[in-house]
């Protein structure tokens, strides 16, 4: 008789985690994480970026900080890695009176750096000029002043 996923307790475990995407972690400093922290960087950061660049060795690290735990005012401040194999680093920083404004002003910098970097990725060569093995001996040939035959070009 089989037994079906719900019963055995794995209704909600993925089939293959190696190909959920990217990698989040999120770290909290002199600050106490907010419940719906998770749920909204996956909202508004994962999702989008995920669309741009999804892969399992891409990395999303998150620090969240109170600049000033002692006083008042404008200090929270978002820190964003985000790291892309084969590219840079992305670091994206924001400080502001609300943690979610603060993350919000992140995710849109870093969609911006992100598309940027897989346009450069997607990118032609620098040189898209495709040059066959005749054009490049003709180019070099007349600037030797040597005809193609080997003798003088100039007669």
């Given at each position: 008789m089989?037994?079906?996923?719900?019963?055995?307790?794995?209704?909600?475990?993925?089939v293959r985690p190696y190909l959920e995407g990217m990698k989040l972690s999120i770290h909290a400093h002199q600050i106490e994480k907010p419940?719906?922290?998770?749920?909204?960087?996956?909202?508004h950061l994962v999702r989008p970026l995920g669309r741009l660049h999804d892969?399992?060795?891409?990395?999303?690290?998150?620090?969240?900080?109170?600049?000033?735990?002692?006083?008042?005012?404008?200090?929270?401040?978002?820190?964003?890695?985000?790291?892309?194999?084969?590219?840079?680093?992305?670091r994206v920083e924001s400080v502001k009176d609300d943690l979610h404004a603060a993350l919000l002003e992140c995710a849109q910098r870093l969609k911006r750096l992100v598309q940027r970097e897989v346009a450069k990725q997607r990118?032609?060569?620098?040189?898209?000029?495709?040059?066959?093995?005749?054009?490049?001996?003709?180019?070099?040939?007349?600037?030797?002043?040597i005809a193609p035959d080997g003798s003088p070009a100039t007669l």
């Open positions: 089989p037994v079906s996923l719900a019963a055995s307790g794995l209704a909600g475990a993925p419940r719906d922290l998770t749920a909204f960087l996956r909202k892969s399992p060795a891409t990395e999303l690290t998150v620090h969240v900080e109170d600049t000033t735990p002692s006083k008042g005012g404008v200090d929270q401040a978002c820190k964003v890695t985000f790291r892309m194999p084969n590219a840079k680093t992305l990118a032609p060569s620098r040189s898209p000029e495709s040059r066959p093995l005749g054009r490049s001996f003709r180019r070099r040939a007349t600037a030797a002043e």
